[in-house]
């Protein structure tokens, strides 16, 4: 199996959730509905279901690349496939419903996924002549984080009696930060220098940034568990230590990268720089309303403001616009995309100024921004999400080089 075979599957089951995850919050927004189960159903596909197995399929396509070996069998792969989507349809499907046993189903399918996900990035290492340790470090992390993350959901879901703290905060922080937060933290030492045409210039700041994420990550899991304000304050200063070190290291590549910067590259500087922001926003809630003020309280609207729509919203378009390009490239024969600085800039720009007004609004209150940049963010993503479905609807067709799990394509006829 090649490994753009590889990143083609999961990245169309991928798109697939994202495009579900977005019917269902076009549907909450349009008031279908009664409650906010809707929009619960919008997170959970769109960041369960579609990000995360793009986190999954860049992983493995990542170590495999590092390690200059083969990719996980097609069973193993197919295996991760079928768990990940049956366990986040089922839970999509069970926490609407109450129904108990379908969310306990759908988190041992997530769990498992994750241990299947795990055994492929250890057989890559083990049939590999060469050491690339960080290449693995940070996926293996991240995903010990999602194990925890998810029996905390399936405990919530299942309205277990917690009084000691908040369990939506841990759960929050473990999934957000610990598993999707890890893994672009740790890709980017590596993705952004490719992506930029340079080299990670401080390469010795990366096990600082690897301690201080994680440590992050536990202080603001178990602060915010059992309410402890100091050490909410601790992991929120921690993950801001961390994003500033590999602020470091994307700023040099920035100095350093050939011009003009492609509009994935933008994108992913700017996804970087709302982290940095919402991490200090965050800290600065919790120090002066209380510890569960970024993930419940009056501050949460700015915080997912930017830590969703701009750090993880403006991370993975950026990703996929590079990626899919690779694809398209590999798998179907077409050149590179012909390059329009002004048409980038235009659009990085946009997409910035428009979510940094958005976080501006909900933290003012300010009605008439908040709708304002809000219908502007709306419409930077379409014109994103425009772009990713034409480039994917090029390197993901069926048959372009190699069948669905790289088989050789039929002869036509």
Not at 23 to 38: H, K
Not at 309 to 335: E, K, M, Q
């Amino acid at each position: 199996m090649r490994p753009s075979s590889l990143l083609a599957v999961f990245f169309a089951a991928g798109l697939a959730m994202l495009a579900g995850g977005g019917a269902a919050a076009v549907t909450y927004a349009a008031g279908a509905g009664s409650g906010d189960e809707l929009r619960w159903v919008a997170l959970h596909l769109t960041l369960l279901g579609g990000v995360s197995q793009l986190v999954l399929g860049a992983a493995q396509f990542f170590v495999c690349a590092f390690l200059a070996t083969d990719p996980p069998p097609r069973r193993l792969l197919g295996a991760q496939l079928a768990t990940w989507n049956a366990g986040t349809l089922l839970v999509a499907t069970g926490v609407p419903l109450e129904a108990r046993p379908l969310v306990d189903a759908g988190g041992a399918l997530i769990v498992a996924g994750l241990v299947l996900f795990a055994l492929g990035l250890r057989g890559m290492q083990k049939r590999s002549l060469q050491q690339a340790r960080w290449a693995v470090r940070w996926y293996q992390a991240c995903a010990a984080c999602l194990g925890a993350g998810a029996l905390i959901g399936v405990a919530m879901a299942d309205d277990v009696t917690w009084t000691a703290g908040s369990l939506l905060g841990a759960h929050l922080a473990l999934n957000l930060g610990g598993w999707l937060g890890t893994a672009i933290v740790g890709t980017l030492h590596t993705f952004f220098p490719s992506l930029t045409g340079t080299r990670l210039r401080f390469p010795r700041l990366q096990g600082p940034t690897f301690v201080l994420w994680l440590l992050g990550v536990a202080a603001l899991a178990v602060g915010a568990a059992y309410d402890v304000a100091a050490l909410v304050a601790l992991g929120w200063l921690e993950l801001a230590a961390a994003a500033a070190l590999l602020g470091a290291n994307m700023a040099a590549s920035l100095l350093a990268a050939p011009r003009p910067l492609r509009l994935p590259a933008r994108l992913l500087a700017a996804g970087h720089a709302m982290l940095l922001a919402g991490t200090l926003v965050a800290l600065a809630a919790s120090l002066a309303d209380n510890a569960h003020a970024p993930f419940t309280g009056a501050w949460r609207d700015t915080s997912a403001a930017l830590l969703l729509a701009g750090w993880i919203g403006l991370t993975v378009a950026g990703s996929l616009l590079h990626l899919l390009s690779v694809l398209r490239r590999v798998r179907a024969g077409h050149p590179p995309p012909t390059p329009r600085p002004w048409r980038d800039r235009l659009l990085a720009g946009a997409a910035t100024v428009a979510i940094a007004l958005l976080a501006a609004g909900t933290a003012g209150d300010v009605r008439a921004l908040r709708v304002t940049a809000g219908a502007a963010t709306l419409a930077v993503t379409a014109l994103l999400a425009f772009r990713i479905a034409a480039l994917a609807a090029a390197a993901l067709r069926p048959g372009s080089d190699t069948g669905p799990f790289g088989a050789p394509p039929r002869p036509r006829t």
